[in-house]
């Protein structure tokens, strides 16, 4: 990943650029000291893909600049700011921000956080290449028959996409729910007259199949069932964790305010944002997980985003 730094602190700056050096996130490819410096010829230019941006400069602040930025930058943007006014964090989401950081700079949130700019940054990525892609098949008219495989990539590569905005990356049950999509993008196409999704049990026994394959004993397919349903059940209750800490840190967060409601009941998102409020954990009893109902709009969200 290429960077750009732009705070009128040369410390900040030497510090964020000391940190994404030392943690091997990619390289900085310059820096300014306030926002009218910059533009999106200059960040075209050095190939920039992540920009960190301070909220208070001098000349054009952090807010003004990223509107100036938007629309015509393709890569992410993160404004560090000791500014923890919930106002101005609305109005930096509202910009077209991807994360708002306080300082005093913590380092481990900073490589947190970049880490999953990068990884959401490379799917959007992908995506757009699967879509530009998709529009030139169609413009020539030389696609007259899709290849199964070729779709099952693209539900698989937005369905990533997904798991990315849902703070999943990396979890363990993400596997699981990429195969799963694969599964259900099959099952749709064989079966078109059939209303709703197939059990949830048969979605756990096909994936366990694929993993082991069809010699597998059925001991051995009930131990991978079970095991595949404990690992999707902790990545969606950590969905339900980085959705509820969104919706604490700002209530009108745009990903918040997307999925919180689709995904799960919103008694239990608030269940759990109590919960993380008073930093304890609410009891399992207390909230239900629905896991077909999320597998089910993870799946519909990823058809979607393929049109």
Known sequence: MRFFIIDDDPAIRSMLEQIIEDEDLGSVVGEAPDGADVDNTLLE?????????????????????????????????????????????????ACGIEYYITKPINRLEVIAVIRKVSDLLRMHQSLRNIQKSLRAVGFSGALTEKEPSSNEKNIITCGN????????????????LLEMLEYLYRYEADHPQEQGFPQLHELYHQIALKKLG??????????????????????????????????????????????????????????????????????????????????????????????
């Open 45 to 93: 230019l050095k190939q920039v893909d992540i920009v960190l941006i301070d909220l208070l400069m001098p000349v054009r602040d952090g807010i003004e600049t990223v509107r100036k930025l938007s629309g015509s930058f393709e890569g992410k943007i993160i404004m560090i700011s000791q500014i923890e006014s919930k106002e101005m964090i609305v109005k930096a989401y």
């Open 214 to 307: 069809a010699s597998a004993s059925s001991i051995d397919l009930k131990k991978e069932i079970k095991a595949a349903e404990q690992r999707v059940r902790r990545a969606i209750n950590q969905a339900l964790t980085h959705l509820a800490s969104l919706g604490l840190i700002d209530y009108s967060n745009p990903k918040f305010e997307q999925y919180s409601t689709k995904f799960f009941d919103l008694s239990d998102i608030r269940k759990k944002m109590k919960a993380l409020e008073n930093d304890e954990s609410p009891a399992l009893s207390l909230i239900r997980q629905n896991t077909k109902k999320f597998i089910q709009v993870l799946y519909l969200e990823s058809r979607k985003l393929m049109s």
């Open 161 to 176: 996409y997904m798991l990315s905005d849902l703070g999943l990356i990396g979890e363990a049950g993400s596997k699981d």
